[in-house]
């Protein structure tokens, strides 16, 4: 057996009983695998990334609450570890997986392709590969999230807080929006409002041909961007309209340059 320095660091996270404990089943048939926590939600997931920081995340897609998706957002792009999917999406909506080259298990689980999706979580570890594959995930969040659009309405406007009331923001004049601790604010002119939401809520619900999330804590409207400034280390951020600079997460750049073309 692999000394316990060298195992891989696993979290499993089904919100089925008898999912989770299929999958330990088969996680305990591979020595090199040490499973040092099981989640039944959304939110659990992210706190034991961020309390144990897992190298690999068996991860269900539709958990109640705060789906698999909604948990990766919700870790900042250097929190998360290698994810191999586990759901029970058809054919067709796993093509989204397929041509991002991301893992995925199709429940009811096959202890064949649990290995071979295993196997490969390994080799991408073994090459330090696991940057590319955050950026290979943040693609395929993106792709899910237009296609949540392509069902859903568009918000016409953002209810924002004041003393005494709330006000409404229409959303073409939103330029960014921006996360600090629990607190998100507006960017529309003047000065910064709040909105009762969460980032990852505003961003399932805006139009995304008009806004991208461009960091874990900043969404922007892409007609107000002006520039993009990169800098000697890697690092890059955003000039607005307004002369606000926005920072750019390193695994987003891509995606970013992609949509200023």
Partial sequence: MPDDAARIRTVIADDEP????????????????????????????????????????????????????????ALGDEEQPIVIFATAYDQHALRAFEVHAIDYLLKPFDARRFH?????????????????TRRAI??????????????GERLQRLAVQRAGGTDYVQIDAVEWIEAKG????????????????????LERTLDPARFLR???SAIV???RVRSLE?????????????????PVGRTRLSSLRDRLR
């Fill in 18 to 73: 008898v999912a989770r404990e299929l999958l330990r089943r088969l996680a305990e048939q591979d020595a090199e695998l040490e499973i040092i926590a099981e989640c039944e939600s959304g939110a659990q997931v992210v706190e034991a990334v961020r309390a144990m920081r897992p190298q690999l995340l068996i991860l269900d897609v539709q958990m109640p609450g705060m789906d698999g998706f909604e948990a990766l957002e």
């Fill in 116 to 132: 071979l999706a295993v196997a490969r979580a390994k080799g991408r570890l073994r090459e330090e590969t696991a940057a590319s």
């Fill in 138 to 151: 943040t693609a395929l969040l993106d792709t899910v999230r237009m296609h949540k659009h392509a069902r």
């Fill in 182 to 201: 629990a607190v998100v604010r507006v960017h529309a002119g003047g000065e910064p409002r709040v909105v009762r939401a969460s980032l990852g809520q």
């Fill in 214 to 216: 461009v960091h874990r």
């Fill in 221 to 223: 409207a892409l007609d």
């Fill in 230 to 246: 990169t800098n000697v280390d890697g690092g890059a951020r955003i000039l607005l309209a307004s002369g606000e600079r926005v």
